[in-house]
Each structure stands twice: as C-alpha cells, then as structure tokens.
C-alpha cells in the first residue's frame, strides 16, 4: 500500500496544483470581459495601464466617456441601455474592448409619465425626505 500512496501522491499533487491555477486564472479572465455598469447620470472612473489614444463609445447618447489626463477616463451614464467602449493605445491596440451597461437609479425615486396629444412626458423625481424634479439630461 505504501508504494502505491507513493506513485499516486505526486498526481494528487500535480491536480491540485493545475486546478488552483485555473481557479485563479478565471476571475481575471471574466474581469477583462465583463461588462462596465454604470448609473444613469452618474460617473466612473476607469483607470488605464496605458496612455490613451483614441476613445471611441458606440452610441454616445447612451453613455459618455472624457479623457481626465492620458491614463484616466471618466464614463458617465446618460440614458438606460447598453452600447460598447473601445479605447486605444498610441499604437492602435485596444487597451479596453468592453460593453458599458447603463442602468438607472430607482431607490428613491418616482416617475411621473404623461400623454400629451402623441408625444409622452415623463418626469423623474428624487424623493429623500420629499419629492423633488430630479434635472437630468436622460430623463
């Protein structure tokens, strides 16, 4: 028995080993390809391993991206929806390639729609302590 614990010991090892690097590897790699979330009318800050080049947002009424200094951005919620974010290096590469998910902020807030004619009003209020129009520019 003991020559077999000997010649099977070395295999157990060499599974736990491969196993725990995969385990490691996968948060990373779900990390680099999750998506971006952001509040609506709120912002985030992404910070860059590279100088940033050239950013390109896919549907600027979604979501908007400025450039703080060369390895910062700021993306800013604008309206509910989802569109994507790529941002280049001074080579070309892509340094982000990402969907940007843009969700809105329902605690403590109502929505008030209106149907005037064919057209529909909807207005969003904040309510803290009371109800108040809330300015936004996706409302």
């Known amino acids: 028995m003991p020559a077999y614990h000997n010649a099977i010991a070395p295999l157990h090892r060499f599974v736990f080993i491969l196993a725990s690097l995969l ?13 971006i979330v952001v509040t609506m009318d709120h912002a985030r800050i992404l910070k860059l ?9 896919g549907n600027s009424d979604i979501a908007d991206v400025t450039v703080a200094d060369p390895k910062t951005v700021v993306l800013t919620g604008k309206s509910y929806g989802s569109t994507n974010l ?54």
Do not use: F, M, W
């Not at 385990?23 to 998506?35: D, F």
């Not at 529909?120 to 936004?136: F, G, P, Y």
């Open 23 to 35: 385990v490691a590897a996968v948060p990373a790699a779900a990390q680099e390809h999750s998506s």
């Open 49 to 57: 391993d590279r100088p940033v080049q050239q950013v390109i947002v």
């Open 86 to 139: 790529v941002i280049l290096a001074k080579n070309g590469d892509a340094v982000v390639d990402r969907e940007i998910v843009v969700s809105s902020t329902r605690a403590n807030t109502v929505r008030v729609y209106r149907q005037s004619g064919q057209s529909i009003e909807r207005t969003v209020l904040s309510c803290a302590a009371s109800c108040e129009k809330r300015s936004s520019n996706g409302n």
